[in-house]
């Protein structure tokens, strides 16, 4: 295993970051967080109290909804850190997370915020998970970063190629470690999937095959599209954020419609198709490498506020002549939703359901010495179990703990195994099939430069404006 391209040392401590009553602005705290890191002799920190009581890294969590809660239950399972804070600008929702960790430990520490730039400015909390809507994830990102926070952020890196890049450039610049919630990475058979390609035992690669969820999200409000009150315990202006300035309406914050909306989410091309065109990066680097022309035609939503795409039909033809396929699918359940790599000398299909492959003996693969490794191992075996079946001993990869990577890295200041840049590519790669749809033309695009060749509009929608004062 090559050893991870980024490695940052640790320092004991860290300058405490001024906290403004309520008139705190974005502002006003990048640039106090500005002032703190430039005042730093080294590149990284760790608070002196970083690992707590018993050595425990210092959590706090922002968006806690059904995501949220889901990745912080993890967390509360994983002896090596401590929820200590939670965010979210539904009360009752806060409330109840709080209420969780409290039980969990025993005890009434973990603290309740509205407003997450209260929760980063806190010294003491040494990493942050991030689970608000897609059109938070740059400004929450890149101000953790600033503030010396680690990041598990969800996917996509946000709603516009730019959005990445700043996440991608705050983790870097800070010497942060980030991890996504890609955890399709840290179970065996996409390791396993993609091990068989970056070893060449598919033979020369000639097609990916990716096919994501869209469709089968519908949205579920059917009330009056008419402003309404906004409810008691929810801070509509804070939800909106850097979206248009819009009236509250249930519509807009119901599951799975914001999904479906373009001022919060690109859609699920980017929101699902993520997972599944990040396992296409990890066995093909290449896509992030090679320039290439993009075709793609889309369905987009008309129902309520639904705007964004509904169904799509994409092309990637890479400069080599490989060529990746990106579609919807009907149902997540189907077999053909997942990556399939396809070579001159065989395929492999890789999905939540399972792992397939043609010939079979790909399954039976067990990696040599010297071959890539996309888990770093220090023995050999350390990676796989063999499983008896009928037809013979069948090779496979072991899962890990997502969670747990991501704390370990912490530690070590090396990068997980989801990490920014890899993200990044993941989350442009529906986004730049966004654009081709809406422009409906083939578009060229330079990975070097992250633009599109000779087409003026489509790098205009490279970015997206930030509304209500909200800045990166």
Known sequence: ????????????????????????????????????????SLPTFIPASAF??????????????????????????????????VCDVYADRRRKAKELADAHYGDRGCEMYADYRSLIARPDIDAVMIAAQDHWHALMATAAAAAGKDLYCEKPLGVSVEQGQQIRRAVRKHRRVFQAGTWQRSQGKFRQACALVRNGYLGQLREIQVAAPGPEYQPKYAGSLEPQPVPAGFDWEMWRGPAPAQPYNPGRVAWPDWYLIWDYCAGFICNWGVHYLDIADWGCPALAREACEIQCQGVYRKQGFTDNLE???????F??????RFTDCSSERELQTGTRFIGDQGWVHVSRAGISAEPQSLLRVLLRPGETHLYPVTGPGEDVVLIKKETGDRAAFKDLNHGQNFLD??????????????????????????????LET????????EKFIGNREANRRLRRPLYNGWKL
């Open 442 to 449: 083939r578009l060229k695009w330079d990975p070097v430069k």
């Open 52 to 85: 707590g009581a018993g050595n425990r890294i210092a959590l706090g969590c922002i968006g806690v909804g059904g995501m949220g809660v889901g990745n912080m239950k993890s967390f509360l399972g994983l002896d090596d850190c401590r929820v200590v804070a």
């Open 1 to 40: 295993m090559t050893p991870h391209p980024h490695h940052y040392p640790m320092q004991k401590s860290i300058p405490t970051i001024p906290l403004k009553p309520t008139a705190l602005t974005r502002r006003d705290f990048l640039k106090s967080s500005a002032a703190a890191v430039a005042a730093l």
């Open 311 to 317: 169904r799509w039909q994409a092309t990637f033809t």
């Open 319 to 324: 400069a080599s002549g490989l060529r990746m």
């Open 409 to 438: 890295c912490i530690r070590s200041r090396q990068d997980p195994i989801s990490d920014v840049d890899a993200t990044h590519v993941a989350s442009y790669l529906g986004l730049l099939a966004e654009i081709a749809a809406r």
